[in-house]
């Protein structure tokens, strides 16, 4: 039954555009539904993604704005997606070799979104508020023209993700950024375990603070394994951080603040600061100590586990629907 009142709704979608179409001004209120899958076609208006549902889109290309309902998924492989792309509370977006015109917004305990080898005008998450859910942001080989803001869940910028704006991160779970470039600031303050900066440049100032995880630039920490340091281009703090900072094979083309830190910062031999370090570091003993300590358990793996789950079983969904008549 549940599908019989999809495809209805669809048909009726369908007749609407047919009917009105021609219409002056009658686009801008044209929403075409999509449930199931959909090919290389264009839609010439708004996409909506009912409650519950899946949607799965190759090659499509969408001119309007994307709305993803609460526990709907969307798919996208090879996609245009000319406006925003709103995700409700427990949606998912999944967008792969896909451009999107507009921003991409995460609204409070929203699953999640996935970007690969994608394009976007920038990425929001929402804070968690009331939601049951801890959101993902995971972004791989994915340019953003503006800022990446995040106010809740787990968010890695991997694989050469290149972010225009700023990166700005308050009260996330983490906060990670491999192999990237950001031309703007970074910002992660009170991410409950912690933040990883390897083998990435940060143009603008970067601000560490209130970490309860810690903070780990460079390689040899226990937050994460990486093989680099990074590139800072301005000014780099770390304060109020518990859980333990460790900086390594880092060129930082500014100062380098460390202070108010439990226990204090581990700033390796091999760092370059041009502006100096000021603050307290830890003895050379506490430095080798926290050096041979194992480290955590994969961030990436764990994150790429839960993206694939979820991406896994809306494609199944949207196949089991059938064609969703776009």
């Not at 555009?17 to 001004?25: C, D, H, K, Q, R």
């Not at 394009?119 to 990446?148: C, P, Q, Y």
């Not at 994460?224 to 000014?235: H, L, Q, T, V």
């Not at 990436?300 to 008549?325: I, N, P, T, W």
Request: aromatic share 4%; glycine share 14%; hydrophobic share 40%.
């Amino acid at each position: 039954m549940r599908r019989t009142v999809a495809h209805l709704a669809v048909l009726s979608t369908a007749v609407a555009v047919s009917t009105f179409a021609g219409a002056p001004g009658a686009r801008a209120d044209l929403v075409t539904h999509c449930v199931g899958t959909g090919g290389a076609v264009t839609v010439p208006n708004d996409l909506y993604v009912p409650a519950g549902e899946s949607c799965a889109l190759t090659g499509t290309t969408v001119t309007g704005n994307v709305s993803v309902a609460a526990g709907a998924n969307l798919v996208v492989t090879g996609g245009h997606l000319s406006g925003d792309v709103q995700v409700a509370t427990d949606g998912y977006l999944d967008a792969t070799n896909t451009q999107i015109g507009g921003g991409v917004d995460l609204a409070s305990g929203g699953y999640g979104a996935f970007l690969k080898d994608a394009s976007a005008a920038s990425l929001t998450v929402r804070a968690k508020g009331s939601a049951t859910i801890d959101s993902f942001l995971f972004v791989e080989h994915t340019s953003v023209d503006g800022n990446v803001t995040a106010s809740a869940g787990e968010v890695r910028l991997d694989r050469t993700t290149e972010v225009a704006g700023n990166v700005s991160s308050t009260g996330s779970y983490y906060t990670d950024v491999h192999d990237s470039f950001v031309d703007g600031t970074l910002s992660v303050l009170n991410s409950a375990t912690g933040s990883v900066v390897c083998g990435s440049a940060v143009r603008g100032r970067a601000t560490f603070a209130g970490n309860l995880g810690g903070v780990q630039l460079g390689p040899n920490g226990t937050l994460d394994s990486c093989a680099s340091g990074g590139y800072w281009g301005r000014d780099v703090s770390i304060t109020n951080t518990t859980g333990g900072v460790r900086v390594d094979d880092n060129i930082i083309d500014g100062q380098l603040t460390a202070s108010s830190n439990t226990p204090a910062a581990v700033i390796a031999s091999n760092n370059r600061v041009r502006g100096g370090v000021v603050g307290q570091q830890a003895a050379a003993t506490r430095a080798r100590a926290l050096a041979e300590r194992p480290p955590a358990a994969d961030r990436e793996a764990a994150g790429e586990q839960r993206a694939g789950e979820r991406r896994s079983e809306a494609v199944q969904e949207a196949r089991a629907a059938g064609d969703a008549g776009l």
